[in-house]
Nanobody
Framework: QVQLVQSGGGLVHTGGSLSLSCVASGSIFSLYAWGWYRQNPGKERELVASIPPDGSTHYADSVKGRFTISRDDDKSTVTLQMSSLNPEDTAVYYC???????????????WGQGTQVTVSK
């Protein structure tokens, strides 16, 4: 059974940095694309970053230049490094095991437990 366990997150002031990690088990990590989503109450879950098996990185416009996604296939870990954070980045962040169709990421059924990121003014 696939399990995704997240760590990191928390409270930071505007302009600060945080890192999120997601360790996967129960699947062949290197075969999949991995994504980070975020969600606020009453809003749809938003894909902020993804990384297909080839290691290329893809970002939502809202985080481009500030967030960095990376993967370590040997450690079955995907990481999201976030910098220059602002209050609009406040959300619950989720990692996801997904696929890549050559042009875009698509989510599969496995999600991390969610991690709160709060950016104060």
């Amino acid at each position: 059974q696939v399990q995704l366990v997240q760590s990191g997150g928390g409270l930071v002031h505007t302009g600060g940095s945080l890192s999120l990690s997601c360790v996967a088990s129960g699947s062949i990590f290197s075969l999949y694309a991995w994504g980070w989503y975020r969600q606020n109450p009453g809003k749809e879950r938003e894909l902020v970053a993804s990384i297909p098996p080839d290691g290329s990185t893809h970002y939502a416009d809202s985080v481009k230049g500030r967030f960095t996604i990376s993967r370590d296939d040997d450690k079955s870990t995907v990481t999201l490094q976030m910098s220059s954070l602002n209050p609009e980045d406040t959300a619950v962040y989720y990692c996801n095991q997904g696929g890549w169709d050559g042009a875009s990421y698509y989510a599969l059924d496995y999600w991390g437990q969610g991690t709160q990121v709060t950016v104060s003014k």
